[in-house]
């Protein structure tokens, strides 16, 4: 304990990277899977089908009738498709392992996050609140899990983060050089992360603000420069440059409210409710009351927040990227108003006690979450069926319902066109398929992925198809993915039953 306590005096920052990395070294341990579609689907399967030869989403031109961009950037998949292709090179072919080394890069990666932050933090304010701001970034509950996911929402913030060091550094001194640095970290977070040119935005109107119009200038032409070296894709595979961003921004327009309309505030609570009340409210306040003082660190989070708040397509981890600045200068900003505030001069104890309740709640929170795997049962039951010696090709099943769950191919280790049923594509269709009578695709497993309705879809694919199928292997969700779906259903994670179709 004397040696923490002389280290949290002496050596704050090597203090508070441990802890963080020995969280996200748990995490990139044992925190197998992937939290969402996209961090998976839209990056590591496409990788790795280009590997194989494939376009898993069939986003080349030549795989497509009417050849249009995905709207995705190929930088951050680009990065994997290069760190696939390196581990395959070194003889590392198993899909867990190359997703173990791929987790411990982004834990590391991850920890720029905790260094620039308490950077950001001393070079505004004290080290008391750098310390602070450090150790909330290193041990806030979601982050560690978050951190060895492939997340472009976390991936994008140490260059966003570095973007803003620069500023307030070029604030200081006044040099060009911290201007262009700024300019190129900002340019990289918009080549991972579409979005985060609202961040960049906010830059530009701090230096406008300021009445830096040079400076200005100079950003924005080092911003394009930066971020066209990320897009050079877009001129091999498309023939023309921003082609990806362009029809980003179409679809994103034309389908704001495809997916999700949701109201306004509902980012307020998302922050509120995460960084755990009532210290969410404080760093909240906080975060506004600096924002006069410190308007670099401010004004980009800002206008990426609001712009959010009020596009209608809202999802949870699209406002991730906010989250180390509301804690940077919300550290900042209640302490400002603290020393000033009679109410809290006298009232120390409550202040205190605000604090006890976080870091209580929060730890509980870590420590069941950082080691938490998620969608557990369809990378299980990928992996195992994988290393089956007689897999040839699967069916998923999902009869009960107009769509299905596609399962993870990159735990395979393999690349098979799998095949599936919904209610308008049954197994009788499938049955008189001349592809699936190919010997070199046809389906000897099938995944049932949800418990609905499982005796009738059984027996319906069983009469559909003309084979029967007997139980091989059940895999069952984590308990994260349990909990998830008693919070909300509309998270299928699922048991997953595989059967073996007889011949």
Known sequence: MKLINRLWNDKPLALILFAGALFRIISAIFSEGYGMHDDHFLVLEPAQSFLEGEDYNDWLPENQTNP????????????????????????????????????????????????????????????????????????????????????????????????????????????????????????????????????????????????KWIPAIVFSVFWALAFFATQIGDLIIWHKPFAEFSEYVRYNIENKTTYFDRPWYMYLGTVAGLLIPPVSVMLMFGFGYGAKKYLAVFLPAFVFFVFHSYFPNKQERFILPVFPFVIMLGVVGWSMWKSRSSFWQKRNGLYRGMWVFFWIVNSVLLLFFTPASTKESRVEAAYWLGQQPDFNNLIVESSHSDSYVSPPTFYFGSWPNYYYTTKKKPAERLANSEDVQNPKNKPNYVFFMTEEHLDERIKRFEEGYGKEIELVKTFEPSYIDELLHELNPHNNNQTVRVYKIKE
């Open 68 to 211: 249009i961009p995905s709207g995705h950037s190929w930088f951050y998949v680009g990065i994997h498709y290069v760190l696939l292709y390196l581990l395959e090179f070194v003889g590392v072919l198993d899909p867990k392992i190359k997703m173990l080394v791929i987790r411990i890069i982004h834990a590391a990666y991850s920890m720029l996050i905790i260094s620039m932050g308490y950077k950001i933090v001393r070079t505004m304010s004290s080290f008391h609140n750098a310390r602070l701001a450090g150790l909330i970034l290193a041990l806030l509950w979601f982050f560690p899990i978050l951190s060895v996911r492939n997340l472009v929402e976390m991936v994008c913030i140490p260059p966003l983060m570095a973007a803003t060091y620069q500023m307030l550094k070029f604030e200081e001194k006044k040099k060009f050089t911290f201007v262009i640095l700024a300019a190129v970290f900002a340019g990289l977070a918009t080549g991972i992360r579409y979005q985060a040119a609202l961040f960049t935005l906010g830059f530009g109107l701090l230096l406008v603000i300021r009445q």
